[in-house]
């Protein structure tokens, strides 16, 4: 994808300096594009948990890259070693406790390292591991698109050309990811093929990543797009203007449960009660198979209060931080939801499009199926 012109990926080495990660800094968007430079295990932790970076897929490559940084300063000490790599991936497991993705990259990294026995080639086998993650999102999210197109076509020719509306939450493009985006990889292959598309953009308080970044890169690549407030959505369904919606999603069960940002299930329950199609875009590595109830399995973030008590904006070319709340009122701050499977109408993957079932994501990823439940 592209900014001002300019071809960019989410996270990538450094041309010059080996051992330097580089990233977009997503808490200056969209006014100001700053790009940080990662070189120790503490900068990747903080910029997991801080959400310099944040979609559960670039979550994911963030952590195999921290992982080959620690690796660049790993013991000499062949004893010390093994304890010196579980501390090292246990500090990234611990930034984000809902997207699985991180789990999943720092457990492939592992493998991928204990392949090795010197210190040299478990670095050579990090690094290997860290750029393999990268490119499997880059392509799983073009595959998405592809398998995502299909809808929006057919709505198209419902439509006779009219303009497909689609409903999104939160930020599930590209620069959640590495490129394409999940949920948008649809939408910008049918923007490319020349479908007109229109997207209503959640603005997704309280860190306002729709308002902020969704709408962002939307604007970037050409969709034509409208930022709403996140409770306008209903409203929007009820009077038929809203065709499909599309979200993401940072983990979802083998049921076919889905954890979103906070607010996806309000939007699943709006889509429900007005016959409005509901699909959830993502990859494959997205997937908990281990989790059946995500209602009463899945961890919920709680971040801090003030993410809820304070909004940022530009004034006169310079970015404030303004309190919206009185002084002294508390605030609870839950990041994410779990909306239920019979409110989703089918999972986006790389591999297709399958109910939001046990039985269908068994048939659509049968290497990691497990006894079915009850």
């Known amino acids: 994808m592209k900014i001002d012109g300019q071809p960019f990926r989410t996270i ?3 041309a010059d300096e080996p051992g330097v990660i580089q990233i977009i800094d ?17 900068d990747f932790a903080k910029a997991i948990k801080d959400m310099h970076v944040r979609g559960a897929p670039l979550i994911g490559a963030t952590a195999a890259y921290g992982l080959y940084s620690a690796m660049l300063e790993a013991p000499a000490d062949k004893r010390r070693l093994p304890k010196y790599i579980r501390k ?3 500090t990234l497991l611990q930034t984000r406790p809902t997207a699985v993705n ?12 204990d392949t090795q026995a010197d210190l040299e080639g478990k670095t050579a086998a990090a690094l290997q591991a860290a750029r393999d993650i990268t490119e499997e999102s880059v392509e799983h999210c073009r595959l998405i698109g592809q398998h995502g197109l299909p809808l929006i076509e057919a709505i198209s020719k419902r439509k006779n050309g009219a303009p497909v509306n689609i409903l999104t939450h939160c930020n599930a493009g590209w620069i959640a990811c590495i490129d394409h985006g999940t949920a948008t990889a649809p939408i910008y292959a ?6 007109p598309v229109h997207v209503w953009v959640d603005e997704t308080r309280p860190r306002n990543q729709g308002a902020r970044i969704t709408a962002f890169e939307l604007l970037q690549h050409g969709v034509p797009h409208t930022v709403i407030a996140d409770n306008t959505g209903g409203h929007l369904m ?7 919606a599309i979200v993401g999603s940072d983990r979802t069960t083998r049921q076919g449960d889905v954890a979103n940002k906070i607010g996806t299930y309000l939007k699943a329950l709006a889509a429900k009660d007005n016959g409005v199609p509901f699909y959830v875009a993502l990859p494959s590595s997205t997937f908990d198979f281990e989790v059946v109830d995500g209602v009463l399995e899945i961890p919920i973030e709680e971040r801090s209060a003030d993410e809820v008590r304070y909004i940022q904006g530009m004034r006169n070319g310079k970015v404030f931080k303004v309190l919206l709340t009185p002084v002294d009122s508390p605030a609870a ?13 089918g999972l986006i993957t790389e591999r297709g499009i399958c109910e939001a079932t046990e039985d269908s994501i068994a048939r659509m990823f049968p290497e990691f199926s497990l006894p079915k439940t009850a």
């Open 12 to 14: 990538w080495e450094k």
């Open 102 to 113: 991180l789990a999943y990259a720092i457990r492939y990294s592992l493998q991928k390292i």
């Open 333 to 345: 701050n839950y990041a994410f939801d779990v909306t239920p499977a019979r409110l989703v109408s």
């Open 26 to 42: 997503q808490r200056h968007l969209p006014h100001q594009l700053m790009i940080e430079n990662l070189r120790r295990l503490s």
């Open 238 to 244: 009820q009077h038929g203007q809203v065709d499909l």
């Open 88 to 90: 090292a991936a246990d």
């Open 190 to 195: 049918a923007h490319d093929a020349g479908i």
